[in-house]
Every structure is written in C-alpha cells, then in structure tokens.
C-alpha cells in the first residue's frame, strides 16, 4: 500500500531552523497525491495542521508559522519537505505527514520536533 517515512526531527535552539522531510512509497501514483501536508500535536494540545500543499503547488499555512515554515513538494520523489526557521518554544510538538492518495488519509509515524535553549 503507502508508507510514509518522516525524517528531519530533533531539537532545535530558538531562532535556529529544521527542516522536516516525508517520503511516500509503496504503492502510490503522484498525480493521485491531490494534498500533501503537516500535522503537528503539542502536550495537551489538539492535533493541527501546520501546512499543506496542493499538486498544482499552492499552499496553506496556518497563521502561527506563517513566514517561518514554507512548506513544498517534490512530485517526482514523492517528498514533502517543511523547512522551519526561527523556531520558537511553540514549535515543540510531535510532527506527522499526511497526504491524500486516492482519496484515502494516510499517515506517517510521527516526529518529534524539540525547541528549546
């Protein structure tokens, strides 16, 4: 089927950067890949998007990263990459991928992301 393989995680120092990666593989078509995004749950917190990214190369961000995080696509690797600067405290939190593929969620592991001085 669709494995999602996350990689880029780890601490970073406030104002610092990271940048996480999720490759698709497996069973998967990218034209079938109509959103691929980032989710991320904090302790305590609801899990919430972060960002996506449709085929057709526009995105969204949600207003707590915007202009720090960009997030982009690589539709011939099969890759959604999430480049985040001036990380803040806010950013701690477990990061998963998401896409869509035939219609259907799937998600990756989970990463964890841990900023702090």
């Known amino acids: 089927q669709v494995q999602l393989v996350e990689s880029g995680g780890g601490w970073g120092q406030p104002g610092g950067c990271l940048t996480l990666t999720c490759a698709a593989s497996g069973s998967i078509s990218s034209i079938y890949i109509p959103v691929m995004a980032w989710y991320r749950q904090a302790p305590g917190k609801q899990r919430e998007r972060v960002a996506n990214i449709i085929n057709d190369g526009r995105t969204n961000s949600a207003d707590s990263v915007k202009g720090r995080f960009t997030i982009s696509r690589d539709n011939a690797k099969n890759t959604v990459t999430l480049p985040m600067n001036s990380l803040n405290p806010e950013a701690t939190a477990v990061y998963y991928c998401?896409?869509?593929?035939?219609?259907?969620?799937?998600w990756g592991q989970g990463t964890q992301v841990t900023v702090s001085s």
């Open positions: 998401n896409i869509v593929h035939y219609r259907s969620n799937y």
